[in-house]
């Protein structure tokens, strides 16, 4: 629920199952690099004729977010940041902030220098204009010339006694690189065509690895040497006494002498596409090759996983990683099965986080950047909910709730927390179009809570086979939830970020059910009667 609010390690030789007959193999390793314009003023030390402090700072306009603003009690007004060296900038970037047109700069002129008293005049605007709130324009230079000061000179406003602007940004051509790689997979056998080793790392559980066997090992070759600081593993679509039970992860740099890292012993996945993650703390390692040892089932002949994951040190998604903290407010009572099932909960929430970001977004750049999230346990009534602005994000916890999974025959504690970490977190970064309320009055609150749900319908913390028939598309919560899972599953992979995407409040427009049909090619309600007819009664 959203709430509404102001908004270790031995070395041997590997011996074990790894043989060299009949061992299917896979392609080299596959390295994809995404590139994002570089913000070369982001991290800048800020200066400005004024500022409406503590809330509309002049830090505002530079901390690349476009839910805050630089404020000033004037029609007129500057503000110049100072790099930490000369960058030769070629373009800029103007964002205007959420209110009053009038507002809005007009008139200025850009400026460089190297000691903050000699300027060069770089651009100069006149006359300009922002069609819609928080629009942002782009302007192009013809410097050559590197400079260590950037000074928005001799700003005029529209009208008014108040200037304002969201947000400046400023490039030299230099990019962001965001790397994947994704591991060539050998297996000890698997059941081609369509239960493959290669299903493991398609960025999806709906398709898996099986094996006729009770036991079986993975490997995984990355084509360098890479350090990882955690790993997870999902459950396959049917049949839970196929899930691995126990296995070893190594690691080796030379594919015969292997590391032990992490072993396990009685897992289990309570719901069928399950994501469950493994932290390895204090593992600074890089290794090229990464085995799953001595898999073992639970019961039966045939041994399968949906999806295997590597958390690289040095992933793009280890770019997003604000400060958590835990505030158990009722430590003594039922608050402390909080602490019983997540005795590591920092770690947890960061993993759930990193996990979140990545189903929402293509890379950090897109992301929110939420400086801190406070996950708290309270002894009130309700589930869960979050709230907080663009810096802090608030997760709250009931632990009556708690009391009563705990209570609940066959639930576990721990899978229920962290299903609920993966909605309240999304909440903390997905995007609702500034229009949480309900449908009756305009607003979007099911598509925000529906959304949330999808996230954790796609890791397997909510059951997708146990929905039927019934209700409609706008109900939200997890009707809306796996529906919009279905469309990404079946029809338009990629939906869920587009969607969320779809849903920024920064494009000037309000989201409209049209969106669904411009990013799938159907109608949603035709959607939606397909979906109901893949459903059991």
């Known amino acids: 629920m959203k709430k509404l609010t102001y908004l270790t390690a031995t070395a041997f030789l590997g011996l074990s199952l790894i043989g060299s007959f009949g061992v299917p193999t896979a392609e080299a390793a596959q390295t994809t690099s995404t590139t994002t314009p570089k913000n070369v003023a982001a991290g800048g030390s800020v200066t400005a004729s004024g500022e409406y402090a503590p809330t509309q700072t002049k ?38 902030a959420e209110d009053f047109p009038e507002r809005d700069p007009k008139s200025w002129v850009l400026k460089g220098s190297n000691d903050g008293s000699t300027w060069t005049v770089l651009d100069t605007r006149q006359n300009e204009d922002f069609t819609y709130r928080n629009q ?4 192009s230079l013809a410097n050559a010339s590197s400079f260590k000061y950037f000074k928005l000179d001799s700003i005029t406003n529209h009208s008014g006694g108040i200037l304002q602007i969201s947000e400046i940004k400023l490039f ?10 994704k591991p060539t997979v050998t297996a000890s056998a698997e059941n081609t065509p369509n239960e493959g080793k ?32 955690g790993y997870a593993l999902s459950a396959a679509n049917d049949f839970s006494e196929r899930d691995p039970k126990s296995w070893v992860l190594q690691g080796s740099n030379d594919n015969a002498t292997w590391t032990n890292l992490d072993s396990k012993s009685d897992e289990s996945f309570g719901l069928r596409h399950q994501r469950n993650h493994y932290v390895l703390n204090g593992n600074n390692t890089a290794y090229q090759y990464y085995r799953l040892n001595n898999i073992t089932n639970h019961s039966g002949g045939i041994l399968q996983l949906g999806e295997v994951e590597f958390s690289r040190k040095d992933d793009m998604w280890h770019a997003v990683n604000p400060v958590i903290e835990v505030q158990n407010l009722d ?57 907080g602005d663009h810096i802090q ?13 705990a209570n609940e025959p066959g639930k576990s504690v721990r899978d229920e927390i962290l299903g609920v970490l993966y909605h309240e977190l999304t909440h903390c970064y997905q995007y609702d179009d500034n229009r949480y309320a309900d449908k009756s009055v305009g607003g979007v609150s099911y598509m925000v809570e529906g959304l949330a749900d999808t996230i954790r319908f796609t890791v397997g913390y909510h059951n997708r ?14 009707t809306t939830g796996n529906f919009f899972r279905w469309i990404e599953d079946t029809k338009k992979p990629g939906f869920v970020r587009e969607l969320n995407a779809s849903l920024t409040p920064f494009d000037g427009q309000d989201w409209t059910e049209g969106k669904i049909q411009e990013l799938t090619g159907t109608n949603v309600n035709t959607l939606w009667t397909e979906y109901q007819a893949a459903l059991p009664n």
């Not at 030299?172 to 790689?181: A, E, L, M, R």
């Not at 790392?201 to 993975?218: E, I, R």
């Not at 979140?356 to 999230?373: A, D, F, M, R, T």
């Open 393 to 405: 994000k608030t997760v709250g916890f009931s632990s009556r709730f708690l009391r009563d999974i």
């Open 198 to 229: 290669d299903n493991l790392v398609d960025g999806t559980s709906v398709t898996k690895w099986l094996t006729f066997n009770a036991t079986g090992w993975l490997k995984f070759d990355f084509g360098k040497p890479v350090t990882i600081d």
């Open 465 to 478: 086979y146990n929905m039927t028939k019934g209700g409609t598309w706008q109900d939200g919560y997890g």
């Open 136 to 139: 942002t324009k782009s302007y």
């Open 331 to 387: 430590a003594a009572g039922n608050g402390q099965l909080f602490d019983q099932a997540l005795p590591n909960a920092t770690d947890d929430i960061r993993v759930i986080v990193r996990k979140v970001n990545e189903l929402l977004y293509n890379n950090p750049s897109e992301s929110q950047g939420v400086q801190k999230i406070k996950v708290t346990i309270e002894d009130v009534p309700g589930v869960a909910w979050a709230s």
């Open 59 to 96: 830090e505002s306009a530079f901390d690349q977010s476009l839910y805050s603003k630089w404020l000033t009690f004037s029609s007129t007004g500057w503000i110049q940041v100072k790099l930490d060296t000369a960058k030769t900038v070629t373009s800029y970037t103007i964002t205007a």
């Open 172 to 181: 030299d051509g230099s990019v962001d690189t965001w790397t994947t790689i």
